[in-house]
């Protein structure tokens, strides 16, 4: 699944540019990955510090290996990362995955679906995907709220890595309908 020049950049929206994070933004990864309601809902282990956060985007293999990944959010306005949002290929389940992460203080305001809606259109015509896939904890109402107004549909329950989940699923075949 490697291409031959991957994606660094990925969709702009009107508020958001999505771009690979780079080590400048150790800090912002270490708060967003470290904030204990951000990761209510996701089974992912905090960052300890923002060397840790430095290490893992040094270290991020998504973009070298499979030409995407999970892109920086950053406002336009303000030029600040806010999150992240893209794809990332699941080799265990042979599937690309959408995800997605915000401050606590972006929330509620539409960014998480202008930012899912802009990189699941980019994945399917740009990078030229045809299928997605998202996992969500049943009880992270926000979360499936924001795959729903994205265009993905309910799939199944999923056993994901021990996690009771939702499946969520857009295909090449929803998207042209």
């Not at 470290?34 to 991020?60: C, E, K, M």
């Not at 336009?76 to 990362?81: G, I, N, R």
């Amino acid at each position: 699944m490697n291409t031959a020049s991957p994606y660094l950049i990925g969709p702009e929206t009107e508020r958001l540019v999505h771009r690979a994070f780079t080590v400048d933004d150790a800090e912002l990864a270490f708060e967003l990955n470290s904030n204990p309601d951000v990761l209510r809902y996701t089974g992912d282990s905090p960052l300890n510090s923002a060397a840790q956060a430095r290490q893992f985007i040094a270290d991020y293999p998504d973009f070298r290996e499979f030409g995407y990944g999970r892109w920086a959010c950053v406002l336009k306005e303000t030029q600040t990362v806010v999150g992240f949002c893209g794809p990332k290929y699941l080799p265990n389940l042979d599937v690309v995955d959408i995800g997605y992460h915000f401050l606590p203080d972006h929330w509620g305001r539409g960014i998480a679906t202008e930012a899912c809606t802009a990189c699941l259109k980019f994945c399917l015509e740009v990078i030229g995907m045809r299928q997605i896939v998202a996992f969500v904890i049943p009880e992270n109402i926000a979360s499936i709220r924001v795959l729903e107004k994205s265009g993905m549909t309910y799939d199944c329950d999923f056993n994901y890595d021990g996690i009771a989940t939702h499946r969520f699923v857009l295909d090449i075949t929803q998207a042209e309908q």
